[in-house]
């Protein structure tokens, strides 16, 4: 039986991989990098072991011990991390943070990409496993959008794409086509109560891949917190990439989207 490891973030994007890796008849050998990790991730893997993202050295002895050639990396990891203090890096991690020429998202999984191919481990597709998580075009909520939110959605995916392409973010808010929130290091959820705070109901969520998306590591996710903070700020409509977004836990996602009002369109 083939081995794959995975990298394990926050969300539940982990433990839909885990179950269709183990479905497909694959051994899966875990990294659960932060507190958030979804526990139930152990459930579905072959092992889980609890190691700190800051941790590099001791990532890649596991991944060594256990015999493990390819990876994937899954789950929310905010860049915040870098700078709030929560993870404190070994010495590897430092020194290699330090050499990087800027901190752009790209860049900083770009660096685990090239020490993980240096110990002989490929990382792979993030969506290898689980391209059935990725809705093709169409409206997939019950609700159809509004002319004036179909407007924002045309509009607010134009800038998400250019904000993708310059490698700092893939979610903006907009509203009467005016741009409320733009995503940094904050994260999707933090972009959506801001922009929608300032937008006072009715906000249209884009998120999009980047240009130069590479998919083996930060493709764009939606699920069920997603639609929380919308509907914690009156937010109306989301809008994903189609083919190149993954929507997870999509029953959950549809249902409380009906409940909350929201329209959510695939482009």
Do not use: W
């Amino acid at each position: 039986m083939e081995r794959i490891g995975l990298l394990a973030g926050a969300g539940k994007l982990p433990v839909e991989c885990a179950k269709a890796a183990r479905t497909l008849g694959y051994e899966v050998y875990a990294v659960a990098l932060l507190a958030e990790t979804d526990p139930e991730l152990g459930q579905f893997a072959t092992d889980c072991r609890k190691i700190s993202i800051g941790h590099i050295d001791a990532i890649l002895s596991y991944l060594k011990e256990k015999q493990i050639t390819k990876v994937t990396m899954l789950g929310k990891v905010t860049k915040e991390l870098l700078f709030n203090g929560k993870v404190q890096p070994d010495a590897r991690m430092l020194q290699l943070l330090m050499s990087l020429p800027d901190r752009n998202d790209d860049t900083v999984m770009m660096m685990f990409v090239q020490e993980l191919a240096k110990a002989g481990i490929q990382a792979f597709d993030q969506t290898a496993l689980i391209k059935a998580l990725m809705p093709q075009p169409g409206t997939l909520s019950k609700r159809e959008p509004t002319d004036a939110e179909r407007a924002d959605m045309e509009f607010g995916f134009k800038i998400a794409k250019e904000l993708g392409r310059l490698d700092i973010g893939q979610t903006v808010v907009v509203k009467n086509q005016a741009v409320m929130a733009l995503e940094a290091i904050e994260g999707t959820d933090a972009c959506i109560r801001r922009g929608g705070e300032l937008a006072h109901g009715g906000a249209v969520v884009v998120k999009t891949a980047k240009p130069q998306q590479d998919n083996r590591f930060d493709v764009p996710a939606v699920g069920k917190q997603t639609i929380e903070s919308m509907a914690a700020v009156g937010a109306k409509a989301l809008t994903i990439e189609a083919g190149s977004t993954l929507l997870v836990e999509k029953e959950q996602v549809l249902a409380l989207a009906e409940e909350k009002g929201i329209t959510i369109v695939a482009m």
